[in-house]
């Protein structure tokens, strides 16, 4: 097959994903797209929305013994009694979700695929305590120690150096290490991906880089450690103050900006590209790219959402 196909996890049953999912397919793609959902769900959303959907129903047997060409959209139904339309997000459909991934998981293995999109799955009730998000669970089911966030536009990407933390705990993940490691697995990406070498800027953790605590992070950890990539020939400079990197005659400098908190990063690079970014698992042994956005079941139904980020998700990966 010229072009591996794209596997497709919905997540959250109760999200928008379907909306958005039935606006993009209308687009044209080079690789397949193998669905890996509830058939029920698909053709219940289907019938709401007024959408007629073509697809070509598989089994994983097919397709790891080659037995079945694949179509433009392919689905593998995955067993799930959904009591109603739209509802609230509960975890009733965890155990259809877990089927979704290991599922996906399974066909990435074999070496269906190295291409997994999902949609946006409920920390709350799936996720609960156990992995700070999707990056953690699926770094934790492939073995994966060394691994990145990124949330990717094409002038501008940014990475959390920690996830969804508490703002209380992020201090305690600060240490030479993890910056090191992250600085190494996004210039790896690039050069792999874009052949080029990657422009990078570190935020500081305090505000304007300063504390008036007697131990500065920015000082002891993160300005030792740019000083060490830089002798390596890492093309990397900081820290910078959060509220001034983001400015534009700053931001223009870099290809990417790795901040120390989730929020410190991905607040303004949504306020500059709203829907038009990616979120990408970078060091798995595949790559797993997400829209950017979460389940929002304020819009269920409403036929309103933005599909740019799927359909930028979908476009990164027909490859």
Not at 69 to 88: A, E, M, R, S, T
Not at 144 to 165: E, G, Q
Request: one cysteine or more; a positive charge; aromatic letters at 10%.
């Amino acid at each position: 097959m010229k072009f591996k196909p794209i596997l497709v996890v919905p997540g959250e049953p109760n999200s928008i994903f379907f909306e958005l999912f039935f606006k993009v397919i209308k687009k044209k793609f080079k690789s397949p797209i193998i669905l890996i959902a509830s058939k029920k769900l698909l053709l219940k959303q289907a019938k709401y929305f007024k959408i007629k959907v073509n697809f070509n129903l598989i089994y994983v047997s097919d397709i790891i013994n080659h037995k079945k060409k694949l179509k433009k959209i392919n689905l593998i139904n995955v067993d799930f009694d959904q009591p109603q339309l739209f509802g609230k997000i509960t975890a009733k459909s965890n155990n259809y979700i877990s089927s979704c991934f290991d599922i996906a998981i399974n066909l990435l293995k074999n070496n269906i695929s190295n291409k997994l999109i999902n949609g946006p799955i409920s920390k709350k009730t799936y996720l609960k305590k156990r992995f700070n998000g999707i990056t953690e669970y699926l770094a934790k089911k492939t073995n994966t120690k060394k691994f990145a966030m990124v949330i990717y536009n094409k002038n501008l990407s940014v990475c959390p150096l920690t996830t969804h933390l508490p703002i209380k705990l992020v201090s305690k993940k600060i240490n030479k290490l993890e910056i090191t490691n992250k600085v190494k697995l996004v210039s790896k990406f690039w050069k792999k991906r874009f052949n080029k070498k990657i422009k990078i800027g570190i935020t500081g953790l305090n505000p304007h880089c300063e504390s008036i605590d007697k131990f500065n992070e920015d000082l002891k950890i993160i300005l030792p450690t740019i000083k060490n990539l830089k002798r390596l020939n890492y093309n990397i400079e900081g820290p910078f103050p959060a509220d001034t990197v983001f400015l534009k005659n700053s931001r223009k400098k870099f290809d990417l900006i790795i901040g120390m908190y989730h929020d410190q990063v991905l607040a303004p690079m949504k306020t500059l590209f709203e829907y038009d970014a990616i979120n990408i698992t970078i060091g798995l042994p595949f790559i797993r790219v997400s829209p950017d956005h979460g389940p929002n079941e304020s819009m269920l139904g409403k036929n309103k959402s933005n599909h740019l980020s799927l359909l930028n998700s979908i476009k990164f990966l027909d490859f």
